[in-house]
């Protein structure tokens, strides 16, 4: 069954491919099944062939990767009806947003959809998804779908991410160099972020996806170089902020995750995970250390100016 499946989905992805769409089996993200678009797009690919007995294609979510992959920026999950030459694409954050009316265990999100595709859910839900108008939808394959995508979540500690991004912001500022950050109005110490990060926007890097690395949450830039890039990931999800550095991984770039946890709780985090090259240069710093070196290079710069050093 398992081989079957797998050409059921290279025969999507030819078709994918056919559309005019430059899609390939993504690097960053290695894991089987996950594949990205030239414009930056990530498609997550399930196959199932109609279970005749239950008359259901019976789809399943590994709820960890469930999760992160609805975070992405622009995610779209691919349910391939094997057999028929035709899939459900579905905007993942969406699909995430329905998740407390399916059907769930600890490890998986069990998703049934039926010959008329409708996606079953929880008796205390009501009637099932009518999951058609998804069928084919290959427009939200575009740098600019149809679909309105809706946030998955708001950031329940935004206050403290643009308290980080301030610190990171100014610790760059003191040592010389030129700093960005795309979020501009957010306030740290009473000012905007814009108003203290040095740069308005980053030089364009060639061959990179420059889109997705303005939305990086903070860069230090020397001579025109980005030599250091921070992502601030203190929600459940660090896919999003994994994906945005590792478009620098062809430079030579210091890449940074901050995160609440202490590094032994990021590993565990990210045990098994999948973003295995990018992991291997990232360096990991906890909210509280960065908070504690803000503190220390505010009294450093205080000193250097009593003593006129």
Known sequence: MKKHNSAARDLFIQNIREKGYDIQEDTVIAREGVYVIREGVYVLVRTSFLHAKRGIYFFGLTRHIFENF??????????????????????????????NKLSADARQFKIEVDRNLRLKVLKSAGSPLDLSVFLDRFDLLSSKPEWKREEVAPRPTRGAHSDLQGMLIEIGN??????????????????????????????????????????????????????????????????????????????????????????????????GDIFREILNRCHHASAAQIRDLFEAETRLAILRQELSL
Do not use: Y
């Open 174 to 271: 003191r040592r010389g160099l030129q700093t960005f950050c795309p979020n501009k109005s957010p306030r740290f110490k009473g000012k905007r972020l814009g108003d203290l990060a040095t740069l308005h926007d980053l030089p364009s890097f060639p061959g990179l996806n420059n889109s997705i690395i303005r939305q990086i949450d903070v860069v230090w830039v020397d001579e025109s170089f980005p030599v250091h890039a921070f992502e601030v990931e203190l929600t459940t999800g660090i896919w999003s902020g994994l994906v945005r550095l590792a478009e620098l991984r062809r430079l030579n770039t210091v890449l940074h995750v901050v995160t609440e946890s202490d590094e032994q709780g990021f590993r565990r985090r990210v045990a």
């Open 70 to 99: 609805a975070q992405l920026p622009q995610s779209v999950i691919a349910f391939v009806l094997s057999g028929t030459n035709r899939a459900l694409l579905l905007p993942a954050a969406w699909l995430w947003q329905q998740r």
